[in-house]
Structure formats: structure tokens, C-alpha cells
């Protein structure tokens, strides 16, 4: 009996992925059912919901541009060997510097708004991400431990600065809000299309985010060094790769990209920064980056997914309101599972139809092979 032969990458890193979509958006289908609603009818009103219409799209794009952002976070420190799960609190820190230089600047110009908050808020992520990268390299503390701190230290943080040192006087535990000459502009100001929506024009900087972290890690020697030490810390050192720099550098550029969040959500959005304005987009990030496969493209559908789930759910909860709003949080789930720890569930099955339809002559020169 002839090994199998592996699949081709396009199964590996297109179909499976797709099809544990699929069967998530199925089990999802018979929760609904379950309840008593038409699981077909909620499928349909959850993607009219995410792409149906300019404003659910600009929607879907704006939790998209987020995603984009935390998911490249971990997939930089992925390649390095690191698990960086800490996202969450780098885009919290970050929001302070976003904010800050966004309210020093905003008497100006929106392009100075931006430029000064972009700059200040990765400049805070990067150092917030190099300190547990410091402690891994240097002190041998575990990455995933110390960025689960970090978060918790980053919420408290930003907890104190938002009640005590930046609140905006007789509000809650917020600042001020952005003055209208330096907001940045939405999409709906350029594109009628998406009116009233947030999307925004860190969209745009989201697609560059894409395209530059693809660069540096295939096309650079920096991004080689980052993937000889996550492919094998021994070979890297033999090489001459210095392991604490790459680690130092990796998780400052994870730390940098997502701040940028900050910039999408903080400035471009809300105009102000609040308690909690991350809403978890964080540790979704880690899901689409494992979703992705920690390659851009994979990140780039990734996060359009899960921008889709959450603004198909809130669509799905207005238009069904029998169908509770946590199932749309089930469905995430179910994405992740299936995605994650069932990744290759439909592996071996794939392999033996593709072991089918592969060629018989080429499984017919074996035998001749061993005789000559």
C-alpha cells in the first residue's frame, strides 16, 4: 500500500480552511433551528447584514481594518517562534498615544492628526510588546505568560489614566473628543456608498499593513531571520543570528501594528478615548491570524470573516430578534474551533480524494522502479 501524497497547497491553505467555515456555519445553522427560527432565512439576513448594502459593508470593513491589524500582530511574532497573545493591551497602551497627539494636533489638520497619532500610537505598542519580549530573550520569561500580564496591566493602566490624568472634566472616564478640523475623513465623504458607516481612511493604511508584512518577511533578510528562528532557534544561532535582537525586533513590530488599531478605532471612530474601546479585538486578532495561516492573504479573508460575523450579527439580531445576539458569538467560536484546535479534521478525507483522482500510471511506475 503506497504512502499518500500530500495535498497541494492551494487544498491545504484554501479549501480546508473554507470548509471548516462551512461546517461552523452549519452547526451555527442548527442552533437556529433549534430555537425555532429558519436556519437558511437567518444565514441569508446575516450576509445581506455583512455585504448586502454601502452601510453594512463600510461596517464589515471597519471591524475588517481592526482585525487586519491585531491578526498581523501575532503573525509577525508567530514567525518568530512567539506566541504574542497580547495584542489587547498593546492597542489599549496605544490609544494613549493616539490620543493625545491626536488632541495636541487637532486644531490643525486631519493629515497632521493622523500622521502624529500613527506615529505615537506604534511607538507605544512597540514598546509595550518589546518589554515581555525583552523578558523572554534575556530573562527566559515565557511570552505567553508575560503578554497575558501585560494586558491586565494595560487595562489597569489605562483605567487609571482615562479617570485620573486625561478624563475630560464632567465626563465618565473618557477625554475629550477630537475638534472637528482633525477628524480623520470616512470612506462616505469620498464614496456615497458607504454613508453611515465608520469606515474610515485607515482602511487604507490596513491594506498597507498587508502588504508590508508580506514584504518583510519574505522579501527582506530581517524577515528571514525571523523565520530561520521560528523555524529552528538551533540553525539561527549556528548561523550567527542573534535570537534576543530578532525577538526584541519582532514583538516591537507586532507591538506597532497593533497600535495601529488604536488609530482605526480611537481617532477615526469614536473621535475620543474610552474604558474598554478595544472591545476585544485583540484576542479576536489571534484567531485570524491562525485562521490566515499567519500569511497575509489568509489574514486579509480572515478578518473580512469575522468583520462579516460581527456586523452580519448585529444585523442578524435586529431583523430576528428570537435569535439571541450570543449566538453570533457561537458561531465565532465554532470558527475557531473547527479552524484551530479541528484544523486539519478533513485532511485525511481530502487526501483520499485526491489519492482518487490522481493519476494510475503514475502509481503503475513504482513496482517497475523497485525492479530496475
Do not use: C
Not at 108 to 116: D, N, Q
Amino acid at each position: 500500500m503506497s504512502a499518500r501524497q500530500p495535498l497541494p497547497s492551494w487544498a491545504l491553505n484554501v479549501l480546508m480552511p473554507a470548509m471548516n467555515v462551512l461546517l461552523a456555519l452549519f452547526v451555527g445553522g442548527l442552533a437556529v433551528a433549534i430555537i425555532g427560527e429558519n436556519p437558511i432565512e437567518a444565514m441569508k439576513v446575516l450576509a445581506y447584514g455583512a455585504f448586502g448594502y454601502g452601510t453594512g459593508l463600510g461596517f464589515t470593513l471597519h471591524f475588517a481594518t481592526s482585525f487586519v491589524f491585531t491578526g498581523l500582530a501575532v503573525a509577525v511574532a508567530f514567525h518568530a517562534g512567539l506566541f504574542n497573545i497580547g495584542g489587547e493591551g498593546q492597542a489599549y497602551v496605544a490609544g494613549l498615544g493616539a490620543i493625545v497627539m491626536a488632541l495636541w494636533l487637532d486644531q490643525t489638520h486631519w493629515t497632521l492628526v493622523l500622521l502624529g497619532s500613527t506615529v505615537a500610537a506604534m511607538a507605544l505598542g512597540a514598546v509595550w510588546a518589546a518589554i515581555p519580549g525583552y523578558l523572554q530573550a534575556k530573562r527566559g520569561s515565557h511570552i505567553v505568560i508575560t503578554t497575558i500580564m501585560f494586558n491586565f496591566i494595560a487595562s489597569a493602566l489605562m483605567s487609571y489614566m482615562l479617570a485620573q490624568v486625561i478624563t475630560n472634566p464632567g465626563a465618565n472616564a473618557e477625554t475629550r473628543t477630537i475638534a472637528e478640523t482633525g477628524r480623520l475623513p470616512l470612506l462616505s465623504e469620498y464614496f456615497e456608498f458607504f454613508k453611515y458607516s465608520p469606515v474610515n481612511i485607515t482602511f487604507v493604511f490596513g491594506i498597507l499593513a498587508l502588504i508590508f508584512v508580506y514584504v518583510l518577511i519574505w522579501r527582506t533578510k530581517l524577515g528571514y531571520k525571523i523565520r530561520t528562528l521560528g523555524a529552528n532557534p538551533d540553525a539561527a544561532r549556528y548561523a550567527g543570528i542573534s535570537a534576543v535582537t530578532i525577538i526584541l525586533i519582532a514583538m516591537a513590530i507586532a507591538g506597532a501594528l497593533a497600535g495601529l488599531m488604536a488609530v482605526n478605532e480611537a481617532v477615526g471612530v469614536q473621535k475620543r478615548l474610552v474604558v474598554g474601546y478595544v472591545q476585544g479585538f485583540g484576542f479576536v486578532g489571534i484567531a485570524v491570524a491562525f485562521m490566515g495561516r499567519a500569511h497575509p492573504i489568509g489574514i486579509a479573508f480572515a478578518a473580512l470573516l469575522f468583520g462579516a460575523l460581527y456586523q452580519g450579527g448585529q444585523e442578524l439580531a435586529f431583523v430576528m430578534p428570537a435569535v439571541p445576539s450570543d449566538l453570533v458569538v457561537v458561531i465565532q467560536a465554532l470558527v475557531i474551533l473547527f479552524s484551530g484546535a479541528m484544523d486539519e479534521m478533513f485532511k485525511p478525507m481530502l487526501e483520499r480524494v485526491f489519492d482518487a483522482f490522481r493519476s494510475p500510471s503514475g502509481q503503475e511506475d513504482q513496482p517497475d522502479k523497485k525492479e530496475a
